[in-house]
């Protein structure tokens, strides 16, 4: 692959309720931590795919240990030099977040980014998360 446009993807995880309303309310952070009981069981990561992409910033190490996709695809237990060589390879990516989404929380993920590890209200762009700092050295061609 040469050229990868990803529309509205949650490429760094999500770790909310769609359409629950707004950062701050207390019922937002109950539901995601009733969420967050299962979403690293094994059971629950091999038979849906919504929880491959739950991604909470709260507890980083299991996230890393018991995501069996986005973890692993975003090298946050190593660094995997085949994904590596592939995503050097592109010459362009291209990443479309939706200016109102209310499905991705937080919608920064649709462009790589996600919340400050060990909170959830404060987000880093792409340019400071690990997997663009240390795997990509810096070298995306992004668009």
């Known amino acids: 692959m040469l050229n990868l446009i990803s529309i509205g993807g949650q490429h760094q995880g999500v770790y909310g309720f769609p359409r629950c309303p707004g950062e701050s309310s207390h019922v937002c952070d109950w539901i995601r931590k009733t969420l967050d009981l299962g979403a690293y069981t094994k059971a629950v990561q091999e038979h849906l795919v919504q929880a491959e992409y739950w991604h909470d910033p709260l507890k980083e190490e299991d996230y890393r240990k018991n995501s069996i996709f986005l973890a692993d695809i975003n090298q946050e237990r190593g660094i995997n030099e085949t ?13 479309v977040k939706f200016l109102n989404d209310t ?13 400050k590890s060990g909170q959830a209200k404060e987000t880093i762009p792409l340019q400071e998360t690990s997997l663009y700092k240390e795997v990509s050295s810096g070298g995306w061609g992004l668009v």
């Open 83 to 95: 994904y590596k060589k592939n995503l050097m390879a592109l010459k362009k990516f291209v990443m």
């Open 103 to 115: 499905m991705v929380d937080p919608p920064v993920s649709e462009w790589f980014g996600f919340y």
